[in-house]
């Protein structure tokens, strides 16, 4: 293809530009054309430039307070020429923006990553096919489908436009909707007036339209600009900026505390450079350095487990949101059920008829009253109405019966097949005219075709709306008599309150297209019902049960019968016998007050029309909830954006809904969400765990100076000495409580409450306690070895290694925040024991090894201080183990 020279597409008739691509509506583009062409275009990808170039992102690693005063400090003790410990503390600055930097960068990547693994599908015509492919395959020339609910794959032409709607917000700002048309606009046009361009990114709304692909990736005019988005999510969450609060609080505790250090011992006549030593020592023992990369990798990796069970996280912060969730509002069809339709019950000509068979294999047959029945008079016409009126295929490969299209509709061809009607035999023998599609809000499906030389029109949809409309009904004879309007919809109910999802069919002769909803508003001829089976999932059964445990509401909204809600309810225990159901027209009666109420009753919600999940969101917000509602389609979307999390489906789902989910679920399964909240839970505890078990190293070592400078005795610790605690074990020993696995019991207690701090009465005591614990006995043993006439680096060594094991210890504690540790398995965390090992390893050489010793003015010690080092560590882990069984098994 000669590349196109120009851009004004939006100026020109689209057939110039079919011409220019050498492509044609009708056929699109030629496979081997579209591959030719991705090999010189590339993939139509815009790769995520991060917002902030490296540079600035490594810079601003140390844009830290707590980072601020290790500088200084390293500034102090390069001023006073203590040139070994500014250098390890300006190393340590160093290697600590370094795995921020990388950290943050991996984290980053990932949830880019993930966002892309949820696959963006679009519907192009290649060779005179049409076919689903994954937009990043799309090429200039090919000619691409949209329907309301997907999301612009690239900047497109529009040659057919009906009702289409778009919002292009991701590129103008302007969230309301414009409408699109085919013709011709000014060449000096801005963006915003091009309304026969569709551009890559935006969001189909509404309608239906084709477009010619006229630039793809980066030559979009959405990738032009992506330099200018910020394309990745932010990595802040409410816990990352709770931790910011925190560090600020810490910076002026720390320098409170240096300055009375300082203060105190330069009164009693010590000398200056000592005590601005102690004070450098104190600032960078007080320092959780390892906290925040800490913080950043427990996240990721939950991000990473959750993906693993099918959760695909699109915004950070819902990880920890998810651990406080306290209801889940569902979906029905897909997502607490199979989405696996069977017909078992009809109703024509006033007689029921029963389906036999199971999937959608079509093997089975229709009987009444036990004897086969054939496909004649009214119930001909009954699954005639329901192949014609119909969008799905039915096929067998290799032996199993697979579907394309809408479940629901996949069913009705089953049942026309088990009474011996082929649906390929009849659609030709009764072309379709026009249509109109199905709709949640409006219920039905209509569709014009030419019968038997007549004109007709053909409806489905929920049975309220499809009788309401019906003038007259086929008798048992076929004859058509007046509608007895009351005896179907007892019928209805009864096959309702089996479970099963009702659609009622009728028709009426017209006299020629186009089709108009105004023509359907009554004198139908009812034709009857087909009634199916959607088995609940036995995976959303278990989850159901386990959220109870959990403390965890689950709310079903459904588009779906009261009846069949409330049956379906029942089986996977959402609801009880006698539950009260709320019917969307219920629902729009109750002003905000009202509806407040009837959300803390009432679990089944039924014939909900999207738009209304909204008002339910904000309902259970209003009575203090954390929410997360699934979804699927456009009309979803500001549901979805409300919800603390909006869930949207990865398999079913439009693209506009995945756009305004925090999560999206792969397998469209409710046991994924529930999966996802254990793990939030799993996260948060694993967060709160390296928490607990640093902080207290931390104080411990502030403490220990503060003491020594007050008591006017050598520091115990060199600050450097303290760096090499603090980092070495970090790493080693904390990272490791990321990857425990999660307790047993997370789904055994109640959600945290929003807004409870992380650290609790219980936790802040424990961690002043072990604190406490770790001075007594670093100081105790620093002085006792002193007392037996050690050298300073021998006693130090003690001190140090006091402070190691104590941390090793403690871990122990750590890893179950509630019991004892080996209520955690003894091995279920490889890490944990790698980590000790190796760390085992290290202190060895820091008390063995020359360079170290030089380095780190250690020395080696003897066995019998090892013994005294041990037993200070073993009686740190069994006082806290008793603390903890003292309040009460936290
Ligand atoms: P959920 O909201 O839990 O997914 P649902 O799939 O039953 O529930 P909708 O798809 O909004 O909800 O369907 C609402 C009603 O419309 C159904 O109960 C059915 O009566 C009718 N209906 C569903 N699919 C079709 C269809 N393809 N054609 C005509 N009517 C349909």
């Known amino acids: 293809m000669p590349s196109p020279p120009q851009t004004d597409w939006h100026a020109r008739p689209h057939e110039e530009a079919f011409e220019a691509f050498e492509s044609s509506p009708h056929d ?93 599908d679009v519907t192009v015509l290649r060779g005179g096919q ?15 489908r949209l329907a309301a609910g997907d999301k612009v794959p690239a900047d497109l032409r529009l040659f057919d436009a009906r009702a289409l709607q778009l919002t292009e917000a991701a590129l103008t700002g302007e969230s309301t909707s414009v409408a699109k048309h085919t013709g011709v606009v000014a060449s000096d046009s801005g963006l915003a007036e091009r309304a026969n361009l569709a551009f890559a990114g935006t969001l189909v709304v509404g309608g239906q339209g084709g477009g ?107 990880v920890e949101t998810l651990g406080s969730t306290t209801v889940i509002c569902s979906d029905k069809t897909g997502t607490l059920t199979e989405n696996q339709m069977t017909v078992r019950a009809l109703l024509a000509g006033g007689q ?45 490969q290799d032996g199993v019966w697979g579907i394309t299209g809408d479940p629901t509709e996949a069913a009705l061809l089953v049942a026309a097949r088990k009474a011996g009607l082929d649906e390929h035999a009849l659609r030709k023998a009764a072309p379709r005219l026009d249509e109109i599609a199905f709709d949640s809000a409006r219920q039905y499906m209509a569709c014009l075709n030419q019968l038997d030389g007549r004109h007709v029109v053909l409806l489905k949809g ?75 999932r036995q995976a959303a059964l278990r989850a159901i049960a386990s959220c109870a445990g959990a403390g965890v509401g689950v709310k079903m909204i459904t588009g779906d019968h009261a009846d069949t809600a409330l049956a379906i309810a029942r089986e996977l225990g959402i609801a009880a016998e006698g539950d009260k159901v709320l019917t969307g027209r219920q629902l729009a009666a109750l002003d905000d007050a009202g509806l407040c109420a009837a959300v803390r009753e009432v679990d089944v919600f039924a014939r909900v029309e999207p738009e209304q999940k909204l008002r339910l969101v904000q309902a259970l917000q209003a009575n203090g909830e954390v929410v997360a509602m699934t979804g699927d389609g456009v009309n979803d979307a500001p549901a979805l954006k409300a919800a603390n999390i909006g869930v949207a489906m990865g398999a079913g789902g439009t693209e506009v809904a995945k756009d305004a989910a925090a999560m999206v679920l792969t397998d469209d399964n409710f046991a994924t969400i529930e999966a996802a909240i254990e793990e939030g839970r799993g996260v948060y505890d694993n967060l709160v765990k390296f928490i607990i078990w640093t902080l207290p190293t931390n ?72 604190g406490l614990l770790l001075l007594v006995a670093a ?22 290694n006091v402070f190691v094991a104590g941390e090793i210890a403690y871990l122990f504690n750590c890893r179950n925040l509630r019991g004892p540790f080996w209520r955690c398995g003894w091995w279920s965390n490889p890490w944990f024991w790698g980590g000790i090992g190796a760390m085992v390893l290290l202190q060895a050489l820091f008390t063995y090894l020359p360079v170290m010793n030089r380095v780190f003015a250690s020395a080696p010690i003897s066995l019998a201080a090892w013994l005294e080092i041990g037993t200070a560590a073993l009686a740190t882990a069994l006082v806290v183990g008793l603390e903890k069984r003292l309040s009460q098994g936290r």
Do not use: K
């Open 130 to 144: 049409q076919r689903r492919i994954d937009a990043v395959t799309l090429v200039p020339g090919d000619v691409v």
């Open 352 to 396: 029921r008829f029963a389906v036999s068979g199971d999937g959608y294999a079509p093997e089975g047959v229709v009987t009444r009253d036990g004897a086969p029945a054939h496909a004649a008079g009214p119930l001909r016409e009954l699954l005639v109405a329901g192949v014609l009126c119909n969008d799905a295929g039915l096929a067998e």
């Open 779 to 800: 100081f105790g043993l620093f002085l006792r070895w002193r007392g037996l006439g050690a050298s300073l680096e021998e006693a130090r060594t003690v001190a140090v």
């Open 699 to 770: 104080f411990g070592e502030g403490l220990v100076i503060l003491f020594a400078v007050l008591a006017g005795v050598t520091l115990p610790i060199t600050p450097l000495q303290i760096l090499w605690i603090n980092m070495t074990t970090a790493v080693l020993l904390g990272l490791a409580l990321a990857f425990e696995p999660i307790q047993r019991d997370v789904m055994a207690r109640p959600p945290r409450a929003p807004g409870t701090p992380i650290l609790d009465g219980v936790l802040i005591r424990r961690i002043v306690l072990v």
């Open 212 to 318: 010619l692909v006229v630039a793809t990736g980066r030559a979009t005019e959405t990738g032009r600009i992506a330099d200018l988005l910020d394309a990745t999510e932010s990595l802040a969450t409410p816990l990352t900026r709770a931790m910011a609060r925190f560090s600020n609080y810490l910076l002026v505790l720390i320098l409170g505390l240096a300055v009375v250090g300082f203060v105190v011992g330069s009164l009693r006549g010590e000398p200056l450079v000592d005590m601005l030593m102690a004070a450098v020592a104190l600032a960078v023992g007080a320092i959780p350095e390892g906290l925040p990369a800490a913080i950043t990798v427990t996240l990721a990796i939950g991000v990473a487990r959750m993906a693993r069970r099918r959760a695909i996280i699109r915004r950070l912060p819902a």
């Open 462 to 536: 929920a049975p309220e709306v499809i009788l309401s409309r019906c003038t007259h009904m086929l008798d048992g004879d076929g004859s058509a008599v007046p509608a007895d309007t009351d005896a179907v919809v007892s019928v209805g109910r009864a096959m309702a309150r089996d479970g099963l999802r009702v659609l009622a069919f009728a028709q009426v002769e017209v006299e020629g297209g186009p089709l108009d909803a105004a023509q359907l508003a009554g004198g139908l001829c009812f034709l009857g019902l087909q009634a199916m089976l959607d088995p609940p």
């Open 28 to 120: 699109g583009l030629a496979e081997e054309v579209a591959a030719a062409r991705l090999a010189t275009h590339g993939p139509n990808r815009i790769e995520a430039r991060a917002g902030r170039g490296p540079l600035l992102r490594f810079a601003l690693q140390f844009h830290q307070p707590l980072i601020y005063i290790l500088i200084v400090s390293g500034a102090v003790a390069a001023f006073l020429g203590e040139w070994a410990d500014a250098g390890v503390i300006f190393g340590v600055v160093m290697v600590n923006a370094l795995i921020g930097f990388i950290q943050e960068g991996r984290a980053e990547d990932a949830l880019a990553a993930l966002a892309r693994s949820v696959a963006s």
